[in-house]
């Protein structure tokens, strides 16, 4: 994948929905010229996992976010994601964002799909890589959480100090789909998601082991996500990872939460199914993520030319 000429990386801040969020922001000089992009990433991760995308992407106004407890952004547990979905809808409005191609991994991605209905004029497309947005009936499951809260949850007990990001790299490498990263998105993955341990010497995980662990424990809380996916009339397209098996451990997030169905409930939906490829789409795949990308702002791009001929 061949890297342009990267664009200066600016560090801000908002605060929005009560919480102060960290974001980044590339190309001004592109803003309102071109289709603003918004990436928004998976449980865990932060803003800076897209670097190697969107400078592969070049010239464009960008915004990546840090979501709450996540990266830079201020600490706060998630206890119901339409948290952040509401912190996504107020970042975009606070920095009136428009002609928007938005981005999103994960719980990302579930957080533009909620956030787009209440601001949908501000979008022309969305990008689904692998949303959690599993069958409408999971969202109605009662059945009990075998842990009784987040600090029982396995992921409130991994590892939260690493001496330096090539550490906390070498130790990753080894384990399930870490192994699989594109080893610039792995690296950039640690490089800045870590942040120097405030107690000691080191670092400290720059999404704190109990925060990713309430994020798992409400991942059910949004039961309002599919009247927000049939309510979009704007182009939605997923990105969907490998089936998961019938007998899938809970710990195991290497295959897909999206429902099969889920580009059939949009208006306006479309399906790429990577069979064999992992959850985590952006860092195994870069180069084919920023081609796909590519070509969907290329088609937005002629719209927005169009409108103003």
């Not at 000089?29 to 865990?44: C, E, N």
């Not at 981005?103 to 501000?122: F, N, W």
């Not at 969305?126 to 987040?150: H, K, R, Y």
């Not at 927000?228 to 997923?238: A, D, G, K, Q, T």
Request: net charge negative; with cysteine.
């Amino acid at each position: 994948m061949k890297t342009t000429d990267k664009l200066e990386c600016i560090e801000k801040n908002a605060v929005v929905n009560g919480i102060r969020l960290t974001y980044f922001e590339r190309g001004m000089a592109y803003r309102g010229v071109k289709p603003t992009l918004l990436f928004v990433h998976a449980t865990g991760f932060h803003a800076r996992v897209w670097d190697k995308i969107i400078n592969a992407l070049g010239a464009f106004h960008s915004i990546s976010v840090d979501q709450r407890g996540h990266g830079r952004s201020e600490k706060k547990k998630i206890l119901h994601w339409n948290d952040v979905i509401t912190d996504t809808s107020e970042m975009i409005e606070q920095l009136d964002l428009t002609n928007l191609v938005a981005i999103g991994h994960s719980m990302g991605a579930h957080a533009l799909i909620g956030a787009a209905p209440r601001a949908e004029h501000r979008f022309l497309k969305i990008i689904a890589i692998d949303p959690v947005i599993p069958e409408e009936a999971a969202f109605l499951d009662n059945t009990p959480s075998p842990f009784n809260g987040a600090e029982e949850h396995p992921t409130a007990k991994r590892r939260n100090e690493f001496d330096s990001p090539e550490e906390m790299a070498s130790r990753l490498k080894p384990k399930g789909s870490f192994g699989l990263f594109d080893p610039e998105m792995l690296m950039d993955y640690c490089q800045h998601g870590l942040l120097p341990n405030e107690k000691g010497k080191g670092y400290v995980l720059a999404c704190p082991p109990d925060i990713e662990a309430s994020v798992y424990m409400s991942s059910r809380s949004n039961h309002d996500i599919y009247d927000s996916v049939r309510s979009l009339s704007l182009p939605v397209l997923i990105l969907r990872a490998k089936e998961p098996p019938k007998d899938r451990n809970a710990m195991d997030f290497s295959s897909s939460p999206t429902s099969p169905k889920l580009a059939s409930e949009f208006s306006n939906g479309r399906e790429i199914h990577f069979a064999d490829k992992t959850h985590f789409l952006p860092m195994e795949i870069p180069e084919e993520i920023t081609r796909i990308i590519a070509l969907e702002i290329a088609s937005e791009q002629e719209v927005l030319n169009t409108s103003k001929t």
